[in-house]
């Protein structure tokens, strides 16, 4: 059985990659498309089902090391299986950790209790923000794991269930944080 899938919009491995992102986005509107070469007695097996079962992720940083993660993004998508192809849609939260610490306007940190959120979309407007600690981490690779069914054909009888695996990877912007520091007391 030779199951093979193909990912779109492609990556540099286009056969098991989608095409990198770059944060802060995390939306998407990608396609897997599966295939089969398997055949019995010189007849092609056709692929009858593809569907996405998992999304999850994990950090790495810059040596290429998992550094943290299997967080599983699978209910915050939309899955949309068909017979050659799976679409996978949606917007996922940002995963990396910046975490902001601020008092309330014309305050200080000597006489007020600070307080810290974590993620940039939780930084609320008009405070005495005094501290970030940024996350370091380079990238997550998000992992789709893709299960095709082939079929054999008339008048055989079977089918296979095969799992292969997806990947994207969302690099970590550097230039991000900066700019939102820069622009925070526009």
Request: charged share 15%; with cysteine.
């Given at each position: ?8 919009p492609a990556g540099d491995i286009p056969t098991s990659q989608f095409a990198e992102k770059t944060r802060p986005d995390y ?78 306007k014309g305050g200080t940190d000597l006489v007020d209790t600070p307080i ?71």
């Amino acid at each position: 059985m030779t199951v093979s899938i193909t990912c779109s919009p492609a990556g540099d491995i286009p056969t098991s990659q989608f095409a990198e992102k770059t944060r802060p986005d995390y939306t998407l509107s990608h396609t897997v498309s599966a295939s089969t070469s398997t055949q019995t007695a010189n007849q092609n097996w056709s692929v009858t089902s593809t569907n996405c079962t998992a999304v999850t992720y994990s950090y790495y940083n810059s040596d290429n090391n998992v550094v943290g993660g299997a967080t599983d993004l699978t209910s915050t998508l939309t899955i949309t299986p068909g017979t050659n192809s799976v679409s996978i849609s949606g917007t996922f939260n940002d995963p990396f950790s910046d975490s902001f610490t601020y008092v309330e306007k014309g305050g200080t940190d000597l006489v007020d209790t600070p307080i810290t959120v974590v993620g940039v979309s939780n930084m609320v407007p008009n405070k005495e923000f005094y501290f970030l600690d940024q996350d370091t981490r380079w990238y997550v690779i998000v992992t789709f794991t893709i299960q095709v069914v082939e079929t054999a054909p008339s008048p055989y009888t079977g089918s296979n269930t095969v799992n292969k695996t997806a990947t994207l990877q969302v690099n970590n912007e550097w230039e991000g944080i900066r700019s939102f520091v820069d622009t925070y007391y526009d």
